[in-house]
């Protein structure tokens, strides 16, 4: 049965330990017109994140500052950091995988898959082993608002895997729709990839898939792991105990590594992705079309950042 309390709606019991039934859901900025892509810097302690319409990435401090990070970014979408520190994002308009490295230059890592170009890069993780992972939709190439307009030169919307050391690129996953937000699980056995094609298609999927990761280097037996019942998944993370939180229409959705819907924060726009920060990890940072918002929560982000 579910629950409505305030800002939360309970599906299962276990979602009450995963929050705090007091904590507010905090505005901390406005004025974006796509705000995506968040991801924390602990040395730092700022949180930078993307405004792609806007072709700037923003970058909030923990003592409330709201500033420009970039400018001219690119159309960048989303951003992690390897194992370096160092910050590795999407760029739709360049259609290419970038580092900025620590003097603040940018190292481009992938553009092309077999000689073509890739479709717009959209979100990335890094593994431990320093492999980069990263979806190729073609959302940045549909029209000038995100991007530039053009047409596709693969034949398929695909995932995948670049060895930093040897620069080798390779296709994990050449099924989906519209890959999109991806994370590994908290022992980085199984990859989560969110298929948002229903964004243009309300036939299509709209739901998250996982896989088992082969060797460190490969995926196996994908399966769906669960399916939005408002919105559709884009950019997601996980927290040490497994669980999934992911962006959806009304705000945003966590699962448990067995698929249920334990429960929903409810945000008042349409959530585009997430990511854990804070000093403690235990600040669920939010990008919801034109705001960032802020919620604590009872656990915290698994991974590096």
Excluded at 149 to 163: G, I, S
Excluded at 178 to 205: C, M, V, W
Excluded at 211 to 222: I, P, R, S, T, Y
Excluded at 272 to 286: E, Q
Aim: aromatic residues 10%; contains cysteine.
């Amino acid at each position: 049965m579910t629950e409505k309390q305030s800002i939360y709606e309970v599906h299962d019991p276990r979602f009450r330990y995963l929050t705090v039934g007091s904590a507010a859901l905090d505005e901390l900025h406005s004025g974006c017109r796509w705000a995506e892509g968040p991801v924390w810097f602990a040395d730092l302690n700022c949180l930078i994140w993307s405004d792609i319409p806007n072709e700037r990435m923003m970058r909030y401090s923990q003592d409330g500052d709201v500033s420009v990070f970039r400018t001219a970014s690119q159309f960048t979408n989303g951003n992690t950091r390897d194992r370096q520190g160092r910050l590795v994002s999407c760029q739709h308009g360049g259609r290419r995988v970038v580092r900025t490295e620590i003097d603040g230059s940018i190292t481009v890592l992938a553009d092309r898959y077999q000689g073509k170009r890739l479709n717009s890069p959209n979100d990335v993780v890094v593994k431990a082993d320093g492999s980069v992972w990263f979806t190729d939709p073609t959302y940045g190439i549909l029209s000038n608002y995100e991007g530039y307009k053009a047409e596709p030169e693969q034949a398929t919307r695909n995932v995948y895997r670049l060895d930093p050391a040897t620069g080798d690129l390779t296709v994990v996953c050449d099924d989906f729709g519209q890959p999109n937000g991806l994370a590994f699980s908290p022992d980085e056995s199984r990859l989560y990839i969110a298929d948002s094609a229903s964004s243009h298609d309300t036939k299509a999927s709209r739901h998250i898939r996982v896989f088992d990761v082969v060797d460190g280097k490969a995926l196996g037996n994908g399966r769906v792991f669960c399916s939005l019942d408002n919105g559709l998944p884009d950019g997601f993370r996980v927290d040490v105990d497994g669980n999934i939180w992911t962006s959806a229409g009304d705000g945003v959705h966590c699962f448990a590594p067995d698929g249920t819907l334990l429960g929903k924060i409810l945000v008042p726009q349409t959530v585009a992705n997430v990511t854990f920060g804070g000093p403690r990890r235990n600040r669920l940072f939010i990008t919801a079309t034109k705001s960032l918002y802020a919620i604590y929560t009872a656990t915290t982000g698994a991974g590096f950042c």
